[in-house]
């Protein structure tokens, strides 16, 4: 049997299982947390700034806009769904609307690019390119990083990390 | 061309990956596991590459 200790006696019972948190990642608002989200869906980088996460802000932006801008300027396409051929399971082209949904993630890029036209050659005269290729892998990379780095910004948001 | 645009793709995916890493707590610790990301991506490319260029087709 161990001696009975007279500090620990002392302490209150509402105390004696109790763990103090130490440096635990606390959660933002729910207002800021769906800020920070569409902010990240927008522009790269800017949920973690609204969060005040810097550092990786600035890193997700030079980054994911950098894959973006790189493919833009290597031939990429902008996609969108197509139709599919008649007599498909489907009424859309599958492959494109996956291209899509790629592409799509990378926020005011896409929309920006669209609005101004760029990545907009017909697929038989982008695809002459040699560079075609590469460009909408950089595209497709720039939209699916930003895919992780809005999850990123969630978790922050809501208090899972740091 | 080919292993410039593969090297620039593994370190885009490198920097993004090892920075959402939910296990590295300090900057050291992120920039090990995305050096170890960004070699793993070339070395599977340059092995794949390796492996599937005696196919013909």
């Not at chain 1, 949904?101 to 038989?124: K, N």
Request: aromatic fraction near 14%; proline fraction near 7%; include cysteine.
């Amino acid at each position: 049997m161990q001696p009975r200790d007279t500090l620990t006696d002392n302490i209150p019972p509402h105390f004696s299982d109790r763990t103090i948190p130490f440096n635990e990642p606390t959660p933002f608002p729910l207002a800021r947390r769906t800020v920070a989200v569409i902010a990240s869906w927008l522009v790269p980088g800017a949920g973690h700034l609204a969060l005040g996460r810097y550092g990786r802000a600035l890193l997700f932006f030079v980054t994911i806009v950098g894959a973006f801008v790189l493919g833009l300027s290597l031939n990429g396409h902008l996609y969108w769904p197509t139709v599919a051929e008649p007599g498909s399971t489907f009424h859309y082209d599958l492959i494109t609307v996956l291209w899509f949904f790629a592409e799509i993630g990378s926020g005011l890029c896409y929309i920006a690019s669209y609005a101004l036209g760029l990545g907009m050659t017909p697929i038989p005269q982008a695809a002459a390119s040699p560079t075609f290729e590469y460009g909408n892998t950089f595209m497709f990379l720039a939209g699916l990083l930003n895919y992780l780095v809005i999850h990123d910004a969630f978790d922050i948001a809501a208090g899972r990390k740091h | 061309m080919h292993v410039l645009m593969m090297s620039m793709y593994a370190a885009m995916a490198a920097v993004v990956l090892a920075t959402v890493d939910p296990k590295s707590e300090t900057t050291r610790q992120r920039v090990i596991h995305g050096l170890k990301i960004f070699g793993s991506f070339l070395g599977i490319g340059l092995l794949l590459s390796w492996v599937l260029f005696p196919i013909p087709w």
